[in-house]
């Protein structure tokens, strides 16, 4: 009994042994791999596993991917469940999707703060492509990709990403998009010299969706084709009623902040641009650009019209350096666009603009094109209140209403002209009834059209400056 019982644990002791060897060989064996396997092999190394542990599921536990409930998903899998990013990702297949989260709803794929990075030359491919409805991504690292992420569908959120070094878009909202949220990303171009590219584009006709907090940082060296974002809809017209809210853009290179192309009846509200990073209307209609700040502009308008009819632009603050040429360069510009499109009608009011520029200027090249704008309430507080080319006729004050202006005053009316000396109109004017406007009109132009201020602000002994 004695000599039984020691065959049985010496059967055991070998047994363990054994097992730990294929356990260890297995272990290093391709099903831990980053890279797809055959079904096949793998399948038949997971069933020794769960063979020789049936306490234990060996259903792929280290592979590097998004795992699922069922199944990891590797670079250019459709993703078919929720999942959550165990380790970094390396694709190397040009023109191809990493993960392509197509035809389902309902998913959250979470990066977990990993990364999927393409390798090849040419830098062409998708990060992540997201269509339907109500999907979620987060926590990714995407980089060199031609575009990050690329999304369509609806009711979707794009949030808590970064995106480096794409090479065409960052992240791309298209194709009849609704209802989606982009937030919270950073998106950095580092690669200079590639044409056109965007940190944020929206085309093709999205609507209603939400693009806030997003952090973009231009880096590259082709001037006026780096776009923080860009919003075009030059084929349908129908990108419409979406929010552009508390983005903040930095330039370092001579990019453009945002652009808005054939684009109607969309919101710029409390976003900040730095460093020349403009905002630039080409022939759209009844936008809302509010309560922007522009810092630290010198070469380049803060705020234009190229074409672009009733759209409001109001309470937004801009502060400019010392340019290289203070008659071109404005904190506001109205121009014609090229293929005759007027800017027309459009109330510019509230704004405060500061520092070596011309506060508002227009260039009219066909006669009455730039025409009927109303602009009231707004600080020049600028080396040059205002700068005309082929001058139209404009609307330069309200009707005398209730305040308060923008100096604190009792009554809406005209603007305030004043420079950074001190010895502007607004501030030498004579308010003899102390009733906050001059008494005298501030005359802008006479011929061959009257544009003239019968309700400037009068400053008197208070200082014009920004807060």
């Known amino acids: 009994m004695k000599k039984r019982l020691e065959l049985v644990i010496l059967f055991l002791f070998i047994f363990c042994i054994c097992s730990l060897i294929v356990v260890n060989q297995i272990s290093s064996s391709a099903i831990f791999s980053s890279t797809k396997d055959s079904g096949e092999s793998r399948d038949g190394r997971i069933g020794i596993l769960n063979f020789l542990f049936p306490f234990k599921s060996f259903n792929e536990p280290h592979v590097i991917g998004c795992v699922g409930e069922t199944k990891t998903f590797v670079c250019g899998d459709y993703v078919t469940e929720s999942c959550t990013m165990n380790g970094d990702l390396i694709f190397n ?10 035809n389902i709803d309902n998913l959250v794929v979470d990066g977990n703060g990993h990364s999927i990075t393409l390798i090849n030359a040419q830098n062409v491919g998708a990060g992540i492509q997201v269509s339907n409805d109500n999907n979620i991504v987060k926590n990714f690292v995407v980089k060199n990709f031609d575009i990050g992420i690329f999304l369509s569908g609806k009711n979707s959120k794009i949030f808590n990403n970064t995106i ?87 330039n370092r290179d001579g990019g453009m902040g945002i652009r808005i192309d054939y684009a109607n009846h969309n919101s710029f509200i409390g976003n900040k641009l730095y ?33 672009g009819s009733f759209n409001i632009v109001d309470h937004n603050e801009i502060y400019f350096v010392s340019p290289n040429n203070v008659t071109s360069i404005g904190g506001i510009f109205l121009v014609e666009y090229t293929n005759g499109a007027p800017a027309r009608e459009n109330k510019i009011f509230s704004n405060k603009i500061q520092g070596d520029c011309v506060g508002i200027g227009m260039t009219n090249v066909n006669e009455n094109l730039v025409i009927n704008n109303l602009i009231y309430d707004n600080l020049f507080n600028t080396t040059e209140n205002f700068y005309n080319v082929y001058n139209s006729p404009n609307f330069w004050n309200t009707v005398r209403s209730p305040g308060p202006n923008i100096l604190g005053g009792r009554y809406f009316g005209g603007n305030v002209w004043t420079n950074p000396s001190g010895t502007g109109f607004s501030d030498t004017c004579i308010d003899r009834d102390r009733n906050g406007f001059c008494d005298q009109p501030f005359i802008l132009t006479t011929y061959p059209y009257e544009n003239i201020d019968n309700l400037p602000l009068a400053i008197n002994s208070k200082t014009a400056a920004l807060d």
Do not use: W
């Not at 297949?93 to 197509?102: H, Q």
């Not at 880096?219 to 780096?226: A, D, F, L, T």
């Not at 630039?280 to 810092?295: E, L, M, P, Q, V």
């Open 93 to 102: 297949d040009p023109g191809s999707v990493c993960f392509k989260i197509l």
């Open 164 to 250: 480096l070094n794409y090479t065409y878009q960052g992240i791309v909202i298209s194709n009849l998009a609704r209802n989606n949220s982009i937030d919270n990303n950073y998106i950095s171009d580092e690669i200079t010299d590639t044409a056109y590219q965007r940190a944020i584009a929206v085309q093709m006709g999205p609507q209603f969706n939400n693009i806030t907090n997003n952090y973009i940082l231009l880096g590259r060296k082709n001037q006026n084709v780096s776009m923080g974002i860009y919003i075009d809809d030059i084929y349908t017209n129908n990108t419409l009623y979406n929010l552009f809210l508390n983005n903040e853009i930095h």
């Open 275 to 307: 460093d020349n990073s403009d905002l630039t209307i080409y022939n759209s209609d009844y936008n809302n650009i509010s309560r922007n700040k522009f810092y630290n502009f010198s070469n380049r308008d803060a705020i234009s019209f190229r074409g």
